[in-house]
């Protein structure tokens, strides 16, 4: 058999892309290797598709920084909150109003749904808060980007902190407290993740995105057969429940991943059961293919503390650089991740996927609102992380 040499990409450095065996497409269900799944497009042109380099951090783009009247009109909003004396989680539009800011965060949610796909509101220095006013503003600030709330385990945990626990084996191997630097993935349901940074490392750990839209296109131009792959019904997803399903949709016009390489391969902490199905060779291609595309066109962001991250979920890949924390409490990583749904611009969901979104957002559960890291009982690490 003889093989084709690789695809040289620019974008993807002199290794390029390596091109299939023609063999590989014997048990394809499409006509040839040009071919696409029904229905998907031979190529995706909205904002969505963006590189790194276009969306640089040094331009800051996706950025939006808080004046100083946008914070005296978040620190207003919060105080009216408090005096209404509601649970803390019923933060809405109607009780935290923001007359002037309200305008520009509902153009951040326009951009995070139908644009780029992402925002940073950077501004607040959480050190001048109570870690009960700074979630009451972080909330708030939510209310008008994505504004239903989703849990995110079977004991209705809403927040998940994300901080260094080296007090166990299973804990350092875990991405919640692992200081190693983790591949990309999607969480497996809510349209927006939104990470709070209450503090950041001494070194390292960057949020580092990288659009799906544009892995899309790399592979519609070069590797057309890899969306087949990704587009099939027989991936073995060991999280959060077993289920053969697609990693990549074309659903209502709209390009749709839900990818994560560890409910599918486990790792050294959590190794994938014998008895589940283990995944073929053209299978374990397309995942270190995705993965080295997202690598040569991801968007690097250096987070300051009290940043708020908003990340289209369906449609950007996330992942961390590692790091290292310092002595102090103010150079210690502590991410404070949420799921988010807008009532307004949320997408509609695969049929695939509608079971996670019920259970984060629709579910008849108890909602637990923990505002400083848990012991493991309390919030217990799951099997398969993404």
């Keep these: 058999m003889v093989k084709t040499g690789p695809v040289l990409i620019p974008t993807l450095g002199n290794g390029g892309l390596p091109a299939p065996e023609h063999g590989s497409y014997a048990n394809s269900t499409s006509d040839g290797p040009s071919n696409f799944p029904v229905g998907y497009p031979a190529r995706l042109g909205q904002p969505l598709a963006w590189t790194g380099e276009q969306l640089s951090d040094d331009e800051l783009h996706f950025v939006y920084n808080l004046s100083k009247e946008d914070v005296i009109e978040l620190c207003s909003a919060k105080d009216y909150f408090k005096s209404l004396e509601l649970d803390g989680d019923l933060v809405s539009r109607a009780n935290f109003s923001l007359p002037k800011l309200g305008s520009k965060l509902d153009e951040l949610s326009q951009d995070i749904h139908n644009g780029k796909g992402l925002c940073v509101v950077r501004g607040i220095n959480p050190e001048e808060y109570s870690v009960e006013d700074l979630t ?157 595309i997202a690598q040569a066109v991801q968007l690097e962001i250096k987070t300051q503390a009290g940043d708020m991250h908003f990340i289209n979920n369906l449609a950007i890949l996330h992942r961390r650089e590692g790091f290292v924390d310092g002595e102090s409490a103010q150079h210690k990583r502590h991410l404070v991740r949420m799921r988010l749904r807008s009532s307004r611009l949320g997408w509609d969901i695969p049929d695939d996927l509608k079971q996670e979104w019920h259970n984060a957002f629709d579910a008849d559960t108890y909602q637990t609102w923990h505002l400083e890291p848990m012991p493991g009982d309390v919030f217990p690490l799951r099997k398969y992380t993404n």
């Excluded at 080296?166 to 349901?189: D, P, W």
């Excluded at 519609?220 to 997803?237: E, M, Q, V, Y």
Aim: charged content about 20%; proline content about 5%.
């Design 136 to 292: 009451i503003i972080w909330l708030g600030i939510q209310a008008y980007i994505a504004d239903q709330r989703g849990c995110q385990d079977h004991r209705g945990n809403m927040l998940v902190h994300i901080v260094a626990d080296s007090s166990s084996k299973m804990k350092s191997g875990h991405h919640r407290h692992s200081t190693s630097a983790i591949s990309f993935h999607n969480e497996e349901a809510g349209d927006v993740v939104a990470w709070l940074t209450r503090s950041t490392a001494a070194s390292g750990g960057k949020c580092i995105v990288a659009s799906a839209y544009t892995i899309y296109n790399v592979l519609a131009a070069h590797r057309p057969d890899i969306i087949r792959t990704l587009a099939k019904s027989d991936w073995p997803f060991a999280l959060p429940r077993f289920q053969c399903r697609p990693i990549l949709y074309y659903h209502d016009s709209r390009l749709v991943m839900n990818f994560g390489r560890t409910p599918l391969l486990g790792n050294a902490v959590h190794p994938r059961p014998e008895h589940l199905p283990k995944l073929n060779d053209r299978q374990r291609e397309a995942l270190d293919v995705v993965e080295a």
